[in-house]
């Protein structure tokens, strides 16, 4: 176990580096189109190349338990949708902060659903770690909306979909894993863009609401370096869950934060804040205590 946790660490931090820089090009995506046309596009360039990617490295696709593996592809997708929706008025730190507070709904859930005694410990790193969300994304109490809340729903969702990789979906292949992600949030992103069509937003402009737009050049490059980035990163994360123990590989995935304010420093010369860097050690401080009194606990 411990070769598997150490193996499964270096799979999530490679995974976040590689997901935290390429969401940084989303945003610049959605001054041209839409959200759901993206994730159209992307999907039909991603399935096709991960299909073949399979083959050639003798990747089981067709699932071993396809009701558990649908309804882990339903939960990661709509908090992957939701995460890439905050995008389009976040930034990849921001959104990120409510997606890897995982950790801490996960915790809250397991114990409202199912009865798991909570520690005091894990009850104080649980009330830090969403202060030190709150931190990163600094909501205005005057603007409060449910769009600024965005993230933590994601957060809730990815938790679960997580759970779920390790206690449901151990006997899937990594590219299975990620394949069901890719073709769900493509399909159901199909349904959304035919409803910016036809729906009762039709012709409205925006990230959430455009229909189908022109492609241009700027867009399918940018389609393709996020998709290309996508499938190594959730492939990689995939086999972490595999692998390792889930609370162990969240306090890694942590990274994501560091990177993300890094890559958007580097990329765009848009800095972190002070309370933003200290929010991004309070969120992987109570990451790293809910592991270890975990740990103790089992």
């Known amino acids: 176990m411990h070769a598997n946790n150490l193996s499964a660490a270096l799979l999530a931090m490679a995974s976040t580096a590689i997901l935290s820089f390429v969401d940084n090009f989303v ?69 990120g902060a409510g997606l890897f507070s995982a950790p801490i709904w996960v915790m809250i859930l397991s114990a409202v659903l199912f009865r798991v005694r909570v520690r005091a410990v894990q009850i104080v790193a649980i009330i830090g770690g969403f202060g030190g969300v709150l931190m990163v994304l600094q909501p205005d109490p005057e603007n409060l909306s449910l769009l600024s809340l965005l993230p933590l729903g994601a957060g809730v969702l990815y938790g679960l979909g997580m759970m779920l990789t390790r206690f449901w979906c151990t006997q899937e292949s990594a590219m299975a894993l990620s394949l069901g992600v890719f073709v769900t949030i493509g399909l159901a992103s199909l349904i959304l863009l035919v409803l910016g069509e036809v729906g009762p937003w039709a012709g409205q402009a925006g990230f959430l609401t455009s229909g189908w737009a022109p492609l241009t050049p700027r867009f399918l490059w940018l389609t393709v370096l996020q998709g290309a980035g996508a499938i190594v990163a959730v492939t990689l994360i995939a086999q972490a869950y595999r692998i390792g123990t889930p609370s162990y590989v969240a306090v890694f995935e942590y990274s994501f934060l560091v990177f993300a304010a890094l890559w958007s420093l580097l990329l765009w010369q848009q800095g972190t804040d002070a309370l ?23």
């Open 27 to 95: 945003l610049a995506v959605t001054q041209d189109h839409g959200l759901w046309q993206f994730q159209v596009v992307r999907a039909l360039m991603i399935v096709p190349v991960m299909i073949v990617a399979a083959r050639l490295l003798g990747q089981r696709l067709w699932p071993v338990r396809p009701g558990r593996l649908l309804a882990r592809s339903v939960i990661v997708s709509l908090g992957l949708l939701i995460y890439f929706a905050a995008l389009g008025t976040l930034s990849v730190a921001q959104a």
């Open 276 to 298: 933003a860097w200290a929010g991004i050690a309070v969120i992987t401080a109570a990451g790293l205590v809910m592991a270890l009194s975990e740990r103790k606990a089992g």
